[in-house]
Structure formats: C-alpha cells, structure tokens
C-alpha cells in the first residue's frame, strides 16, 4: 500500500508561484509513475501533469505547459510540481496520484488527499 500525501497549498496572487509536494510512504514509489490532478468547484478533476518513474518523461495539459514543471526525488520519495505565472483559472484542489502516466484519473492507483490552491487576481 502506498499513501500520498500532498503539501504547499496557499493563498497566491495572480502572477505568484508555489511548489506542492507529494511525500510517499509505505512502499518506495521510485518505480511508479506518478501525477498530479486537480479539481475545481463544481468541475470535473482534470489531469494537470505526469511523470515517469525515471523521471527522464513529463507530459503536460495544454493549460498548464510552460508555467507548470513536475519533478521527483525518488530518494526522497517525494513528487513536485513547481507552478509558476499562477492564475485565478489555477484555484482547485491539487491531488497527487500514483501508479500510471495517463491523462486519465481512473488509470492511477494511489491519490493524496489534495491540497488548496487559491489565486486571487
């Protein structure tokens, strides 16, 4: 059993960046790979970013690539997703999830559960 949990959430303004971490325990995560999704008020939860094991493969959701940046220290088990050039659009809450490297939710095994993420313009 693997437990995520996700931290580096806040309050930002709009132009602001945060760093959210996803700590991993229970069994290493260094041969999973792993996302991040998030979930807005009354929408759908939305792929954001994922990442190989390796960490030598990022994929990206179009609303995201080249403000976003995941990254993982498999020696640390831990997964980040550095946002920057936040917007109000980025206001959700961001899960960590673990075991798949899709843009689908239900292909992934694991989830945190979730960090706030508020941009105010």
């Known amino acids: 059993q693997v437990q995520l949990v996700e931290s580096g959430g806040g309050l930002v303004q709009a132009g602001g960046s945060l760093r959210l971490s996803c700590a991993a325990s229970g069994r290493t995560v260094s041969r999973y790979n792993m996302g991040w999704f998030r979930q807005a008020p009354g929408k759908e939860r939305e792929f954001v970013a994922a990442?190989?094991?390796?960490?030598?493969?990022?994929y990206y959701a179009e609303s995201v690539k080249g403000r976003f940046t995941i990254s993982r220290d498999n020696a640390k088990n831990t997964v980040y997703l550095q946002m920057n050039s936040l917007k109000p659009e980025d206001t959700a809450v961001y899960y960590c999830?673990?075991?798949?490297?899709?843009?689908?939710?239900?292909?992934?095994?694991?989830w945190g559960q979730g960090t706030q993420v508020t941009v105010s313009s």
């Open positions: 999830a673990g075991g798949s490297y899709s843009t689908n939710s239900y292909a992934y095994d694991y």
């Open positions: 990442i190989r094991w390796s960490g030598g493969s990022t």
